[in-house]
């Protein structure tokens, strides 16, 4: 059982999707297991007028897949606490601090406060304006702010919202959650490096042609089409998720395995990403969108013919690019990234491939060059990690044949793992930040974006150009192809 935390859960949304899919769920997780036991409370919000008992039944039927027995439910369901809020009117904040007052004498919660953000961006400035200005914060205890992407559509819109929210909370107060940082092969990328001399040693240019990063969807963007078509791939997916996995993968060794240290020498990978100019972003990066296409007898739309999608739209489904980071250990080295909906399968991968060996002894018996070995990491569905080795082929002669030396997590392990919003909430109660994105990350990160963003806009793409269920566009292959490399995950040859 878990060291138990005390603290008041106030959860701007409280009705929503997010809230019902992912923090209930994961909340009750933190129960179970005694991180959350009698000292803690849950405020959810929202314009819905809901009472105390409707809301902690719609708790327990968000948590009946996980429950113990009905019981433990509703002793967990007891501390949810519910108050309609109108985010902009300053009464309902009065109202809200009185609550929560309430709430900290009745469960002893020393003044720690959480406060989730589970709701449009557009908000998220009022609400923290509010919290502050109506006296949520408390003087002894811890005030943490959680809040969702998107942060922002570009840098300025992203500067302007996080000048906003820093009137009234802290750099360190404030918790940008990714949800991808919080999955367990994702978490695993700094122990597999800084814990194996073996790779560490060999972790940059000298050794390395290329890193593959692939984060693919095989759903279209389903009801989240009036979002998406003013988001599109490369801001939903890349200026966050990717970017993210990218600075894992090339930073520097930190000092200590801590939450500032390791923010530091993200950083300092994503300042370092080389900005394009027009004509580089045309040369490095490509945008597609699904069209329709017949699976198995069943007709899958195009992305145009979606509800809530512009039937012209030009808002791209699949990014596929080639990232420079200039700097010392990574000079020459490609980072090839993709993302995109309605892909052939869904999974997330990264391939390490390693450099060639300098002389090729086996030449002469070899049908065809010596493949490279490439360390994989499966970050989902499967998780794990694979190693392509040459080896002998058995019989007479000196022909080689790739191995894989594979573990993946059992299904078993893998269920049992902590959900990543569960370790994401737990972090936030430590006070770690390890996790989660520092403003000078979504800085850099919209930075690079942006210079991608402003060439595309120049120029209409002919958009559909690939067909739902491929890997998207064949200008994808092509990118790798010029440089003499290729995708190693390709679910269409599995």
Known sequence: MGEEKKALFIIFGGTGDLANRKLYPSLYRLYKKGYLKDHFAVIGTARREWSNDYYREIVMKNIEELTESTEHAAAFASHFYYQSHNVKDTEHYVNLEKLACMLDEKYQLEQNRLFYLAMSPKFFGI??????????????????????????????????????????????????????????MIQNISAIRFGNQL??????????????????????????????????????????????VVALLAMEPPTRLKDSEIRDEKIKVLRALRVYNDEEVRKNFVRGQYGKSTIEGSTLHGYRKEANVDPESQTETFVAGKLFIDNYRWAGVPFYVRTGKRLAEKGSQIDIEFKNVPLNLFQEEAEEDLPPNVLSIFISPVEGFSLKLNTKKIGPGMRTEPIHLTHTHSAEMTANSPEAYEKLLLDCLNGDATNFTHWDEVAASWIFIDAIRQAWNKVECAFPNYPSGSMGPIESDDLLKRDGFHWHWEPEAE
């Open 199 to 244: 790779i560490e040693s060999m972790w940059n240019n000298r050794y390395i042609s290329n890193i593959q990063v692939t984060l693919s969807e095989s759903l279209g963007v389903e009801e989240r089409g009036g979002y998406y078509d003013t988001s599109g791939a490369l801001r939903d997916m890349v200026q966050n998720h990717i970017l993210q």
């Open 127 to 184: 609400i923290a304006k509010n919290i502050k200005e109506q006296n949520l914060l408390t003087e002894n205890g811890f005030d943490r702010l959680i809040i969702e992407k998107p942060f922002g559509h570009d840098y300025d819109s992203a500067y302007e919202l996080n000048e906003e929210i820093r009137a009234s909370f802290t750099e360190d107060q404030i918790y940008r959650i990714d949800h991808y940082l919080g999955k367990e």
